[in-house]
C-alpha cells in the first residue's frame, strides 16, 4: 500500500448504480468510508443494501459510477480488492458436517496461509470458541455459528469487512456477542461496513450511519449529526402505565396491610 492509498478513505463510493432488468435499485450512491470505522448502512427491505455490498466486494458490476477499496478500484483491479476484503451474508457459510476448527483449517489452507493450524486456534481463542472447537457445528447455537462465519471471514487478516446483516435471526445475548467482536474488530484497525435493519445495532455500534432509501444515500454522519437534523426535543406530559412488578408489589402489599389490620384489631380484643 502506497502513502496515497493509505490516507484514502478505506472505502470510496461515486455515483455508483444498478439496474437488475428493468429494475433500478441504486441510482446515484456516494459514500467514504475512513479507515478503521464502523459504518451501518441502514434501508428498508429491498432499498438495494445487498446489491451495494456485491457490488463493493467486486460480485456484481455497476452500471456507472466507480468505488475503490483500499485504493484499488473494484472494475478494474478486482483482485486487489478481493485480497483487501472479506465478506459475511446474511446466511453462514460454515460446514455443518466439520467441526468448528476444521472449517477454519479448511478456510487456511485455501487460502494459502502459511500455518493454518495456528490460525485456526488463535481465531479459536479470539471468538471464544475454544471449549467447541472439536464439536460439528450443526451442534452450535445460532450465535456461535455466525462468530464462527465471522471468524473464518478474518483469515488472511482483511484490512476491509463487509458484514450484511450480521445479526439477523440471533437472540439478545448472541447479538450483544457479535456487536463486541465487531467492536473488538474496529478497536484493532479494520474498516467495517455493516448493513442492517436493527436501529439499535446502529446506534450502538456505528462510528456513522449511512440511509440508502430511493437509490441513494439521502443521510450520511455519526448519531450526534443525524439527532441534530431533528427539532430539539421537548418536555411532553405521557401518561405511564404501571409494570406488572408494581401491580403485584401492589397487591401484596395491600393483602399483607389487611392481614397486619385484621391481626391488631383481634389482638386488641383479647388484651
Ligand atoms: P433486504 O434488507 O431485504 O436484504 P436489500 O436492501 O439488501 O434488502 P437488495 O437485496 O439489494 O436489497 O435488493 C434490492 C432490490 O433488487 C430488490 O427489489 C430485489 O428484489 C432486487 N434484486 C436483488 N437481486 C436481484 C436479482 N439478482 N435479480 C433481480 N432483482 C434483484
Not at 441502514?42 to 477499496?69: E, F, V, W
Not at 456513522?208 to 450526534?224: F, M, Q, S, W
Request: glycine share 8%; with cysteine; net charge negative.
Amino acid at each position: 500500500m502506497t502513502a496515497a492509498t493509505l490516507t484514502a478513505p478505506a472505502i470510496s463510493v461515486d455515483g455508483i448504480a444498478h439496474s437488475y432488468g428493468d429494475v433500478t435499485v441504486l441510482t446515484d450512491v456516494t459514500l467514504d468510508v475512513a479507515r478503521g470505522c464502523i459504518v451501518a448502512l441502514l434501508g428498508a427491505n429491498g432499498a438495494g443494501k445487498t446489491t451495494l455490498i456485491r457490488i463493493l466486494s467486486t460480485l456484481l458490476k455497476p452500471d456507472a459510477g466507480t468505488a475503490t477499496i483500499d485504493g484499488h478500484d473494484v472494475t478494474s483491479s478486482p483482485a486487489d480488492v478481493r485480497a483487501a476484503i472479506s465478506l459475511t451474508g446474511q446466511f453462514a457459510a460454515v460446514d455443518e458436517l466439520l467441526t468448528g476448527r476444521e472449517n477454519l483449517v479448511l478456510v487456511g489452507r485455501l487460502r494459502h496461509v502459511a500455518d493454518a493450524n495456528s490460525t485456526a486456534d488463535a481465531l479459536l481463542a479470539r471468538f471464544s470458541l475454544v471449549d467447541a472447537a472439536s464439536r460439528r457445528v450443526s451442534t452450535y447455537s445460532g450465535g456461535m455459528r455466525r462468530r464462527l462465519d465471522i471468524a473464518m471471514s478474518l483469515i488472511g487478516d482483511p484490512s476491509i469487512v463487509f458484514l450484511d446483516e450480521p445479526t439477523t435471526g440471533l437472540d439478545p445475548q448472541a447479538r450483544q456477542e457479535v456487536w463486541s467482536m465487531v467492536k473488538e474488530l474496529a478497536a484493532g484497525g479494520t474498516t467495517v461496513l455493516l448493513t442492517t435493519q436493527y436501529l439499535d445495532e446502529a446506534e450502538a455500534l456505528a462510528d456513522r450511519i449511512a440511509i440508502l432509501h430511493g437509490g441513494r444515500i439521502i443521510v450520511d454522519g455519526t448519531l450526534a449529526e443525524l439527532k441534530r437534523l431533528l427539532p430539539p426535543a421537548t418536555v411532553e406530559y405521557v401518561e405511564r402505565q404501571p409494570t406488572l412488578e408494581e401491580i403485584y408489589l401492589a397487591v401484596v402489599g395491600g393483602a399483607s396491610a389487611a392481614r397486619d389490620r385484621t391481626l391488631t384489631a383481634a389482638e386488641g380484643r383479647e388484651s
